[in-house]
């Protein structure tokens, strides 16, 4: 058995590493174009601009913490923060055309996008333990491959 969690200690290394570079591209995105992202942020969320860049500097921090094991704790609460202070956007990339078209995606896109919050969120909580429940590394392990494949793909 105690193979097997050296085996899942690697994996999680692997998984963090990915995430964290997955979080500072896109959090550097929010800098390079940030009229994307403006465009996705709902009317009601006030400086949108300042927000935009302020969700990406917190991407960026988030996954480089990420990258080091000695504050993954930090950079998985971090992240999750970012998950839930961003899902407004997820929403309102469901139901508004405008913001459709400047992401490039349709509706059924950004339906699909939305559930995928939820591996993201429990990944990024794996990240911040050291020892996890047997469901969550299960969870998270099988988890991990589809979502990356996901972003990937977009």
Same mark, same amino acid.
């Given at each position: 058995?105690?193979?097997?969690?050296?085996?899942?200690? $690697?994996?999680?290394?692997? %998984?963090?590493?990915?995430? =964290? !570079?997955?979080? &500072? /591209?896109? +959090?550097?995105?929010?800098?390079?174009?940030?009229?994307?992202?403006?465009?996705?942020?709902?009317?009601?969320? $006030?400086?949108?601009?300042? %927000?935009?860049?302020?969700? =990406? !500097?917190?991407? &960026? /921090?988030? +996954?480089?913490?990420?990258?080091?094991?000695?504050?993954?704790?930090?950079?998985?609460?971090?992240?999750?923060?970012?998950?839930?202070?961003?899902?407004?956007?997820?929403?309102? !990339?469901?139901?508004?055309?405008?913001?459709?078209?400047?992401?490039?995606?349709?509706?059924?896109?950004?339906?699909?996008?939305?559930?995928?919050?939820?591996?993201?969120?429990?990944?990024?909580?794996?990240?911040?333990?050291?020892?996890?429940?047997?469901?969550?590394?299960?969870?998270?392990?099988?988890?991990?491959?589809?979502?990356?494949?996901?972003?990937?793909?977009?």
């Amino acid at each position: 058995m105690k193979k097997f969690s050296k085996y899942i200690q $690697y994996y999680k290394s692997i %998984a963090a590493t990915t995430l =964290g !570079l997955m979080y &500072i /591209t896109v +959090g550097i995105k929010h800098f390079t174009d940030p009229e994307t992202f403006i465009a996705i942020t709902p009317p009601f969320i $006030y400086f949108r601009e300042a %927000a935009v860049y302020f969700t =990406g !500097l917190v991407e &960026i /921090t988030g +996954g480089a913490l990420l990258l080091v094991k000695k504050y993954r704790r930090q950079g998985g609460v971090l992240i999750i923060i970012l998950l839930f202070l961003v899902f407004p956007a997820n929403i309102y !990339l469901v139901f508004s055309q405008e913001a459709q078209a400047a992401f490039q995606g349709t509706r059924g896109a950004a339906l699909i996008r939305l559930p995928f919050q939820i591996p993201l969120i429990f990944l990024a909580y794996w990240h911040s333990k050291e020892k996890a429940s047997r469901w969550i590394e299960l969870f998270c392990i099988l988890s991990f491959p589809p979502t990356i494949i996901y972003f990937l793909t977009l």
